[in-house]
């Protein structure tokens, strides 16, 4: 109430005299006829709608509801501590962290490969792992991803990349998962700044999504028939086995891309750490993006 009032007051030009107020509870009559009734998707499901889609307001709404159920004020202020102690928590790396909201729309937030890529190692090794991951979109099946790797250097990691993007005008981003023919599993992160505008935008979406198929291993036909439907949206590539953590073919730890960085890692496995030799990742830190 008190927003709708203050809202009120600062547009009294239009305010016609309005004001708003609680009315008193009272318990429904007995031989009330119910017509209607709205219940909210579960956290878990908006969770997936806004992975999914990539809907940034969403995001925002989540973080602010997760202060709110962690018993703190519902700003943009307390969310955003409450996900640096969440990372701190995890032992996740958060040098190089800037936040200047939840989502990740602001250009003025800033995030290291390693940052995202502990992160995903975290999910991975959660219990609930395969329920989490399937809320990411799969490379030209859902999402956000479900019209991307449609290039030559790309295709044939269609079904096999599952992945969060992240589009700003100046900055692209792609992380996540990436299932390899033999069935490990790796963790990339690829994140691309100050790529030149809208214009450069499909470019450097086919750069990000190369990268993604070369740490899959899928930028050639395969040797024999798949024979193997592509992964529906809900499901991850190689979510039904247990993560590798040998490391077998695995890319390097990390290494520095043009106008931004990278890092690849088994899932599930070891996911470099503050001694790791990785220091392109956590100098530079690279805006985040989070929007489509």
């Known amino acids: 109430m008190k927003v709708l009032n203050k809202a009120s007051e600062e547009h009294a030009e239009v305010k016609s005299g309005y004001v708003f107020t609680v009315a008193d509870r009272r318990p429904r009559e007995t031989d009330a006829e119910q017509i209607a009734q709205i219940q909210s998707a579960s956290a878990l499901d908006q969770a ?5 889609e990539s809907d940034n307001v969403l995001a925002e709404v989540l973080g602010r509801n997760m202060a709110i159920a962690a018993g703190r004020e519902g700003s943009a202020s307390e969310a955003q501590k409450l996900v640096r102690e969440k990372l701190q928590e995890a032992k996740i790396s958060v040098t190089g962290l800037v936040q200047a909201d939840v989502s990740g729309i602001s250009l003025q937030n800033r995030v290291t490969a ?4 502990q992160t995903l190692g975290a999910l991975a090794a959660h219990p609930k792992h395969e ?14 991803l479900k019209d991307r790797f449609s290039g030559e250097a790309n295709k044939y990691a269609r079904g096999h990349v599952a992945a969060k993007t992240g589009t700003l005008f100046t900055a692209i981003s792609l992380s996540g998962y990436a299932t390899r023919p033999d069935g490990t599993r790796l963790i990339f992160v690829s994140l691309l700044n100050d790529v030149g505008g809208a214009e450069a935008l499909p470019g450097a979406k086919d750069t990000v999504d190369s990268a993604a198929a070369i740490v899959a291993a899928r930028t050639e036909p395969p040797a024999t028939p798949a024979g193997t439907p592509a992964p529906s949206g809900s499901q991850v590539p190689g979510s039904s086995s247990s993560p590798d953590a040998t490391g077998s073919g695995s890319a390097p730890n990390s290494s520095q891309a043009p106008d931004g960085s990278s890092s690849a ?8 750490q503050e001694d790791a030799p990785s220091q392109a990742a956590e100098q530079n830190p690279a805006k985040v993006p989070s929007s489509q």
């Open 48 to 52: 997936f709608v806004m992975m999914l």
């Open 114 to 117: 390693r940052t995202l890529a």
């Open 131 to 144: 329920e989490l991951e399937r809320r990411f979109p799969v490379a030209g099946v859902s999402g956000t």
């Open 265 to 272: 890692s088994p899932a599930g496995g070891s996911v470099p």
